[in-house]
């Protein structure tokens, strides 16, 4: 089917209504992916608003590990992603065998896994946590806990400084929060003195310590729709300041570049695997479908409920 993105949607949504499908969208889409979404948001967001879909079909467009965080949840629902390969370097630092692995060479630990994670070791996991919650969720635990915290040691590193705890860190990393560059951000800077920097907690300690904001998608886009700031340089995947642009249409928002001196943003290409026709054909034919073994769908969903109940 060849047609425009205006045609594109008008089907799309023709095919959501007869479906009675709901699209969930990351913030890390691309803008139109966003705009037709039903429902938009981070990890923690759309994990809680996949717990309470009563629609027989979710499409999440996003990367795997949130198609899989969504069936955990609702078992009886079918969902669906937009393109299976759509899936995560931090997930995929940490293979499942390796982290049972490293789990059983620190017997007594409470493990806490990031929601960035396969459904296999989220099923080897105590509480799961999304950079929204780990804090939180992590403050709320005895101070002497024995805990083990995977796969993002930058987040870990992070909620260690700022809780005083001494976790132990699976060394994995996002390769999107990795490659941002300290010295353009702060060249950035120097052309916008007034400007804030915000950074998302995966990135590294010296990214962290130019922030003016430390925070998860949301909390970024939160602080920039309060802050009586004009401009703002964000250090998280580019498809953040679509919402920022739309919540903050008289604020500046300057992405913060990589490493890379051809590009200007920092973009997942997982993320961006994802596309309106995709997502088109993925209704259309109800596929593909993301599946889950039962015995570790059983597994996994303890930990994420117990997140969603010490998120609250």
């Not at 959501?16 to 979404?37: C, L, P």
Request: overall charge negative; charged content about 25%; proline content about 6%.
């Amino acid at each position: 089917m060849t047609v425009d993105n205006s045609q594109l949607r008008d089907e799309i949504l023709r095919l959501k209504k007869e479906k009675n499908a709901v699209i969930m969208a990351h913030y890390y889409q691309t803008g139109d992916i966003q705009d037709i979404a039903d429902y938009i948001g981070d990890s923690l967001a759309l994990a809680q608003i996949a717990a309470k879909i009563d629609a027989p079909i979710i499409v999440m467009c996003g990367v795997h590990f949130m198609g899989e965080t969504a069936k955990i949840l609702c078992p009886d629902k079918k969902v669906l992603v937009p393109d299976l390969n759509a899936g995560c370097s931090l997930a995929d630092s940490c293979p499942a065998s390796d982290f049972e692995t490293f789990v059983k060479a620190h017997p007594g630990y409470t493990v806490i896994s990031y929601v960035n994670t396969s459904a296999a070791v989220k099923a080897l996991t105590d509480i799961v946590v999304t950079s929204g919650n780990a804090r939180k969720i992590v403050e709320q635990l005895p101070k002497d806990e024995k805990i083990i915290f995977g796969p993002d040691q930058n987040l870990g590193n992070y909620i260690n400084s700022v809780t005083g705890r001494n976790m132990i860190l699976w060394p994995g990393a996002c390769h999107v929060h990795e490659r941002f560059s300290l010295e353009k951000i702060l060249d950035i800077k120097n052309d916008h003195p007034e400007a804030q920097i915000l950074v998302h907690p995966e990135c590294t300690k010296p990214l962290q310590m130019i922030a003016d904001k430390i925070g998860s998608t949301a909390v970024l886009l939160k602080h920039a729709e309060e802050s009586p700031c004009r401009e703002f340089i964000v250090a998280t995947e580019s498809g953040i300041l679509h919402e920022m642009r739309k919540k903050c249409p008289d604020k500046l928002f300057i992405p913060a570049p990589p490493n890379d001196s051809t590009c200007a943003c920092n973009d997942c290409a997982y993320m961006k695997l994802n596309t309106m026709h995709k997502l088109y054909q993925c209704l259309k034919d109800e596929q593909p479908e993301v599946l889950v073994d039962e015995a570790i769908m059983e597994r996994a969903r303890r930990p994420i409920e117990r997140m969603l109940e010490m998120s609250k």
